[in-house]
Structure formats: structure tokens, C-alpha cells
């Protein structure tokens, strides 16, 4: 049985981001990082791992630096990794969710971790498409999921709270922030990082057809600007200032 | 703001990527774990035991000996590694150097096979703490003086003296002791509970204060005699401990010297005077650059001497030139980065302070900064200026 958990390579949070030509400027980025929501993912499907749910693959599709997020996932401890090598920044998510559940297939996997979007697109649609594309369970908003048996039991936020939810295979978990954050890796993963190898393969290799993008994009643009803030000084102000907070700010 | 280690000629791309890969590990542990709790640790002159146990379980202790639980790591790696740390403070980097390079080492190297498989597994882990005791009271720059000696009593070693300047020294369980047997300088293995001896912790520094440093007493206190060192006799033992422990300083002091750096960067941008980010002075830029210099130039040169340690082809003096240059200006970037931060250069919101109180140590100890120069002197021109007797 094999657990697969997807991890896209997004600029770092901390990172700069230009925009030239209509588009994010990648070349401008100083740091590329797997997106924080994918690293709870790993987390908890390291610990399903550990409780003997099955092997674990790393799956990414992007370009080549995106490899290096895979070294660092088979430090912490995943079995094996598969890199679709392809250039996604056109691609609408249809196509990227086709990409990554022919991935899936390929592995055997039928437990999917993922984050509950990715720290650039925020597009949130990954797991869900692919769950349906697998014809699985799909779990959002996860923090927490744990091996039962043939099932699995997941935490996750509800309207009216914290709810467990048990599903069976095949399955997608998509990870919110949760309470464990990924472990760091030591030596001796490092060293064994090292040595295991990295399936590289196309999205032809893997035989999907993906179609045009239906989704054009016109351009991308740096957020406006901030207004400045606004200066109040004096008692006088006051009930301007508790007007302005609850009407306008909607704070108080 | 994140840390941004300055590394201007990217001097990193040199690294392997598993180099790489630890330097970002150890990096994330002083971020998350040793920076938020380093002044209190300072405050109350404590080691916190939870770096011991996450040093251990990163698997960076001996990192660059082989078998017996240890990492296996390249020398780049080891310097990488004490940079990071000390980037946090020279106290951490203090207890894995003297771990690492002045414990593990001599028995990874002259010990017997019983003493390697027995010691360094628990070593490499962190769950036994070692220390190196070699310094006496009176007897710094000249160990061979020294005046702690060993006695065969048949079925045991009995040793005598005191040593002083022992980083560990109080939390460790087992000590690697320098002693005379016979006029001969030995390495003999003491473990905590031995009778007749104790380890007093030295109170009052105003410098490594997240260290702790001890005086070892021995007093009639007896030795099995299977914890003598067999592997090697002479002041080669201590010396060859000293060449690692020294390589990884000139890596480390490069540590401190960034985090001096970037806080001086990042002080000065922010703070106006005269209506402008005094960074936009010409007296603090001549200081920036100064700093940015100093830091490539060890860089370079800590760089290529890991690469003549992996390769086997260096001689001590080599390092000694490393060790006494990368000290030297790390403590001088401290000193001006704590000029850069006016007043609140002397408080602990800041590390320049400290570290520039950690800096004053660094200089002197593992061979002061003189000392080296001596080192150098004597391969340049051939006459040893400690005893004024050619070589």
C-alpha cells in the first residue's frame, strides 16, 4: 500500500516578489521553499508512514529546482519521489490536477496528502480535482489524520467546531495548518537523501493527454499600494476615532 | 527580520548539497530553538540540556569521524556545522567543538577498540557529555609543564592536580585528563562518579556565560587500568585534538561575525539621525564595507582550508592562520558593529554585545591569538620564540 503526498515549490514567504512584463518575475526570486500547507501534509503522512499505513512517495510537477524540495522531503524520511518535470506556469488546474492523479496512479497510491492550497495560487482546487479525478474521498480543512485499521480518521474544521471524519480508500486529505510542524531532518537522513534517486519523468511519459489551458491569464499585477495610515490627535477625536473603528474598520 | 547570512562572493555554492542540506538543518535549530532562549541562558549562566538532546538527535556531535555512531561528515561539513551554532553564540559552538573535537576525537583516534565501541555511540547520541582536560592554573600556553601526573599503582592509575579553563567540565560524564606518567604526557579517560574526582563549576564570566566552564580536581583519584589512552604518547595527543578543535573556530567565528554583521546592517537602516538612516553616512558605510570584507576574505579562507583537511594535504600551521584571523576580525566586526548600535549596541535585544564578550574568549583560548602568531613565526623563520631554541 503506498501513501502519496503532493508538495509544490512556491516563493519563499519571505522572498521578494517583482512583476515584469504582466507576469511574476521567477527569475527575480531569491528563494523557493515548499509551500507551508504541503509540509503539515508531510508531516502527517511521515506519521501514517511510521504507523505502518504503507510506503510514502514525494510527487511534485514543476521544473527543475523544484528536485531539491524532494531531497529535502527523502531527508526527513519519505521511501521515494517522483518529479513530473513541466513547466506549470500556464497551465489552468485542471491540467495540473490531470498531471498529478496520472502521477498518483503511476505510484499505486491510494491515500493522497496535500496542502489546502498553495502558498502562491491560493487556488485551493489540487485536491479536491484530483479527488474526483481518482473518484475518492476528499477530506479539507484537515489538521490531523491517524491510521484505524483500513481506515483513516481525520480532524477537521467545521462550522461548529472541531469534526472527526473516517473514510476509507481511496482517499485525499487536505491539510490546514495543524498542530505538529514538519520535523527537521537529522544527519543521517541527510546521508541517505543522498543516495535514493529521483523518478523523473514528463507529463507524456505518464500518457495524459492534458488539452488546452482553459484558462487564459491576462496578467499578473503587485498588490496597490497601502493608503497611509491616518493621524487623529487630541480628546476631540475621540468619538471620530470610535466612529471610524467600528464603521470603517469593523474592528470594535 | 530573517537572518540573512551575508555570503557575498556565494561562497556556499561551494558545498555540496548534503553540506548545504545540514547547514539549513543546524540553521533552523538555532532560529527556532537557541535564539529566542539564548539570553536567559545567559542571564542564568546555564547550558540548556534541551540543546544537548537536539544536538544529539540532529546527529552533528564527532561530525567528522567515522564508525562507532558518528556522523561521517566531510570537514566542510564540521565547519559548516560550527558556523551555524555560533552564529547562535560561541557557547553553543564552545560545547559541540569540545564534544566533538577535544572528547570524541583523542578516544576515536588513540583509543583502544573496547574504549570506541563503549564511549563514542553515546557520544555521538549526546547522551554522555565529555570534556578536555588539559589547561592547568599555571600552565596555559604551555601545557607541557604540566604539573597533574599519573602513578602505575599495579592494578590501577592514580592520578593527581588540577585542571582549569573546562568547557563542560561540571555536566560532563566522562573527561579526557592529560597527566604525566612517568614524565611522559598521557591520555587517560575519568568518568564522573571515579573516586577522588570533582568538577567545580567557575563562576562570575562575563563572557560564554551559556557555557559552562569548570576546574577538574584530582585527588589521589584512581583510574582502571583500561582508561588509559593507548594510542598515543606526548604532547601530539592534546595537539592533535587542539588542530580540530581550531579548524572549526575559524569556521565558527565567521558565525558570530555575520550575526554582527546583519544586526549592524539592519540597525542602521532603520535607525535615523539627522533625519536620515545613519546606513546612509559614508563613516558607517566605510564600517558596512569593512565588515563585508573582512567576513569574504575568512570565508575564502575557511573554505579552501576544508578542503585541504578533506584532502589530508595541510599542516597546523595552517590552520593556526585560520584560527587567529577569523577570531581576530570577528571580534573587531563586534566591536564596530556594537559602535554601529550606539547605546542600545550594550543591550541583549542585540546579540552584538555578546557576542563581543564571547569573541574575548574565543581569542584566547584553543591557542591565543599571540600564540599562533608564535606558530607562525617559528615556520616562517625556523626559530621557536616560546623557548627562544631553534626547532
Not at chain 1, 502558498?119 to 485536491?127: L, P, Q, W
Not at chain 2, 574526582?197 to 551559556?210: C, N, Q, R, T, V
Amino acid at each position: 500500500m503506498t501513501i502519496a503526498v503532493l508538495l509544490k515549490q512556491v516563493p519563499d514567504t519571505t522572498a521578494k516578489i517583482t512583476v515584469s512584463g504582466g507576469r511574476v518575475d521567477q527569475s527575480s526570486v531569491a528563494k523557493w521553499s515548499t509551500s507551508p500547507y504541503d509540509e503539515y501534509a508531510l508531516e502527517y503522512a511521515l506519521q501514517l508512514k511510521e504507523a505502518g499505513a504503507g510506503d510514502l512517495v514525494a510527487i511534485t510537477c514543476g521544473p527543475d529546482r523544484a528536485a531539491k524540495m524532494l531531497t529535502d522531503a527523502a531527508a526527513v524520511g519519505v521511501d521515494s519521489m517522483l518529479h513530473v518535470v513541466a513547466d506549470t506556469t500556464e497551465m489552468d488546474s485542471k491540467q495540473i490536477q490531470s498531471i498529478l492523479a496520472a502521477a498518483i496512479e503511476h505510484c499505486g497510491a491510494d491515500v493522497v496528502l496535500c496542502g489546502k492550497q498553495a502558498a502562491d495560487t491560493n487556488s485551493g482546487s489540487t485536491g479536491p480535482g484530483i479527488a474526483s479525478m481518482m473518484g475518492a474521498a476528499c477530506v479539507g480543512m484537515v489538521s490531523e489524520v491517524m491510521v484505524e485499521g483500513d481506515s483513516f480518521s481525520a480532524l477537521r474544521a467545521s462550522s461548529s467546531g472541531n469534526e472527526r471524519v473516517s473514510v476509507s480508500r481511496p482517499c485525499l486529505f487536505a491539510f490546514d495548518k495543524a498542530s505538529t510542524e514538519l520535523r527537521r531532518p537529522n544527519v543521517k537522513g541527510i546521508m541517505m537523501a543522498k543516495r535514493k534517486v529521483i523518478e523523473t519523468v514528463s507529463a507524456s511519459d505518464l500518457g495524459i493527454d492534458m488539452g488546452e489551458s482553459q484558462v487564459i491569464i491576462e496578467s499578473h499585477d503587485s498588490p496597490p499600494e497601502k493608503p497611509p495610515g491616518q493621524k487623529f490627535e487630541g480628546a476631540d477625536s475621540v468619538q471620530t476615532v470610535v466612529l471610524k473603528l467600528r464603521e470603517e474598520a469593523n474592528v470594535i | 527580520m530573517p537572518f540573512d547570512a551575508l555570503d557575498f562572493y556565494d561562497v556556499d555554492s561551494l558545498l555540496t548539497e548534503d553540506e548545504r542540506m545540514v547547514r539549513d538543518m543546524v540553521r533552523d535549530f538555532v532560529d527556532k530553538d537557541v535564539l529566542p532562549e539564548i539570553e536567559h541562558a545567559c542571564r542564568d549562566g546555564v547550558f540548556p540540556d534541551e540543546w544537548r538532546v537536539t544536538l544529539g538527535e540532529m546527529g552533528v556531535l564527532g561530525a567528522p569521524l567515522k564508525g562507532y555512531g558518528c556522523p561521517g561528515l566531510s570537514y566542510a561539513a564540521y565547519g559548516v556545522i560550527c558556523r551555524e551554532l555560533e552564529r547562535g553564540d560561541s557557547g553553543l559552538r564552545s560545547f559541540a567543538s569540545v564534544q566533538g573535537s577535544l572528547a570524541m576525537y583523542p578516544i576515536w583516534d588513540f583509543g583502544s577498540e573496547d574504549q570506541k565501541n563503549y564511549y563514542l555511540p553515546k557520544m555521538a547520541s549526546g547522551e554522555w557529555i565529555g570534556c578536555f582536560g588539559l589547561t592547568e592554573p599555571d600552565y596555559g600556553s604551555n601545557p607541557g609543564d604540566m604539573i597533574t601526573k599519573a602513578e602505575d599503582m599495579g592494578d590501577h592509575y592514580l592520578l593527581n592536580g588540577a585542571k582549569m579553563w573546562i568547557t563542560n567540565g561540571s555536566i560532563a560524564q566522562l573527561a579526557v585528563v592529560w597527566a604525566k606518567l612517568d614524565g611522559v604526557i598521557r591520555g587517560f579517560i575519568v568518568e564522573k562518579d571515579d573516586e577522588g574526582f570533582s568538577a567545580p563549576e567557575m563562576k562570575g564570566k562575563h563572557s560564554l556565560k551559556a557555557s559552562v566552564t569548570s576546574e577538574l580536581v584530582f585527588q589521589d583519584c584512581k583510574i582502571p587500568k583500561d582508561r588509559i589512552l593507548p594510542g598515543v604518547k606526548g604532547l601530539r595527543g592534546p595537539f592533535s585534538c587542539l588542530n580540530n578543535a581550531r579548524y572549526g573556530i575559524s569556521w565558527g567565528a565567521i558565525g558570530s561575525a555575520q550575526a554582527c554583521f546583519d544586526s549592524a546592517k539592519e540597525y542602521s537602516l532603520s535607525r535615523i539621525q539627522f533625519e536620515h538612516p545613519i546606513a546612509s553616512y559614508q563613516l558607517v558605510q566605510n564600517k558596512l564595507s569593512w565588515m563585508l570584507r573582512e567576513i569574504t576574505k575568512a570565508q575564502l579562507l575557511a573554505y579552501h582550508l576544508s578542503q585541504k583537511k578533506d584532502s589530508g594535504d595541510w599542516i597546523p600551521e595552517h590552520i593556526s592562520l585560520a584560527k587567529m584571523n577569523n577570531v581576530d576580525i570577528a571580534l573587531e566586526i563586534a566591536r564596530v558593529a556594537r559602535d554601529i548600535h550606539g547605546a542600545n549596541g550594550i543591550l541583549d535585544e542585540y546579540p552584538v554585545m555578546r557576542h563581543m564578550a564571547n569573541l574575548e574568549s574565543v581569542k584566547t583560548y584553543e591557542g591565543t591569538h599571540d600564540i599562533h602568531n608564535l606558530i607562525l613565526g617559528r615556520y616562517i623563520t625556523g626559530i621557536q620564540a616560546f623557548t627562544r631554541e631553534t626547532s
